[in-house]
Structures are given as C-alpha cells and as structure tokens.
T-cell receptor, first 107, second 114 residues
C-alpha cells in the first residue's frame, strides 16, 4: 500500500527566504506526482505535475523535483512572500495524498 | 466556465439520515473523483470514475455509494449518516486518469453529522 508522508507538518519563515517542502512515498512504481496548494476553507489548486519519466518541473518561483529511486519529491519556493502562506499537499498517482505542510510566511 | 461545482456547501445531518452530495464539471473531463479530508490526514479517496459508466472503490468506500449520472455529473450518497462521516468532501475531475493530466477540485462540502 502506497504511503505518502510530508514533513514538517508546519513551517514558519520570514519573507524573502528560499524554502523546501518535502514529500516521501513508499512505493517507487508511480506514474505521476502532483503538488497542490490549499488556502483555508478552499479547494485544492494544482501547482505542478511531474510525470514518472521527468525529474523536475518549474513554474515561476516554484520548482518541484522527483527522485523515484529514493521515494522523494521536493517543492522549492524561491523568495517566499506572505501570499505563499497556505497548506501544500503532494499526491501520488492522482489518488494518494500526504497530510500536507502548513506554510506561514511572515512579513 | 465554472470548472468543478459542488452542492451543498454546508450540511448538518442527524445520525441515520441520508443525503446526496452533488458534483458537476463543465470541462468535458472523463475522470471524476470523490475525496474526504479530515484534520491532519490529508485527502482520502472514497470512489472514482475513470470514465462515464464506470465506478471504482477508493481507500475509504464503506458507508458511501456513487453514481456517474453522465459525463458531467458524479454524485456521492450517504445512505445512513454516522458521526464518523463528519468531514469535508471534495470532488475532482481530470481529462484522463493515469498520469498525464492535472486534477481540478471543487470548493468542497462541509458535512456535520450529529
């Protein structure tokens, strides 16, 4: 059974810092991994989708990497802003989600 | 283009009551999903429909039934609600299941079972 873990559960950083969010999964036989953002009381918004054949995807200040052999993905956020404050979730194979990391960026 | 819509936004039920959560998408997507989100546990898949006419169980299907009414609509039914079903329910859709397509989520339905 695929297990997806996100550590830490919460993270607080000052504005302007570069930061890394982590996602680990137990079964390397995946076909994709997605990173989502969730604002309080809202649905999920997809940020980046990495296919199993890809190593990374970039969108603006966001970069997601995938290492299937080690069962890890990272989401790198450059020059963080208060507007980045949200919960970030990773999902494997569309259907298996981690519990998320709650990010707070302080002005 | 409304994306994925869910009704109702909020519902309170008594134990044993039944209700149906509605979901519709206007993106001509083939695949649709129902998840529940509980504090500290992320999202867990209840049921999904890879294409019109098919449905499959997810991780936590017990106590729920689904109907893929047509390509646009995918409903979730609670036949006899229990307090353990208090949760936030999300519907999602994607063009295809299986790897190449992003999922789009609705705003969620908050359900409280007393």
């Amino acid at each position: 059974k695929q297990e997806v873990t996100q550590i830490p559960a919460a993270l607080s950083v000052p504005e302007g810092e570069n930061l890394v969010l982590n996602c680990s999964f137990t079964d390397s036989a995946i076909y994709n991994l997605q990173w989502f953002r969730q604002d309080p009381g809202k649905g999920l918004t997809s940020l980046l989708l990495i296919q199993s054949s890809q190593r990374e995807q970039t969108s603006g200040r966001l970069n997601a990497s995938l290492d299937k052999s080690s069962g890890r993905s990272t989401l790198y956020i450059a020059a963080s802003q208060p507007g980045d404050s949200a919960t970030y979730l990773c999902a494997v194979n569309d259907m298996r989600f981690g519990a998320g990391t709650r990010l707070t960026v302080k002005p | 283009n409304a994306g994925v819509t869910q009704t109702p936004k909020f519902q309170v039920l008594k134990t044993g009551q039944s209700m149906t959560l509605q979901c519709a998408q206007d993106m001509n997507h083939n695949s649709m999903y129902w998840y529940r989100q509980d504090p500290g546990m992320g999202l867990r898949l209840i049921y999904y429909s890879a294409s019109e006419g098919t449905t499959d169980k997810g991780e936590v299907p017990n106590g729920y039934n689904v109907s893929r009414l047509n390509k646009r609509e995918f409903s979730l039914r609670l036949e006899s609600a229990a307090p353990s079903q208090t949760s936030v329910y999300f519907c999602a859709s994607s063009r295809l299941a299986g790897g190449e397509e992003t999922q789009y989520f609705g705003p969620g339905t908050r359900l409280l079972v007393l």
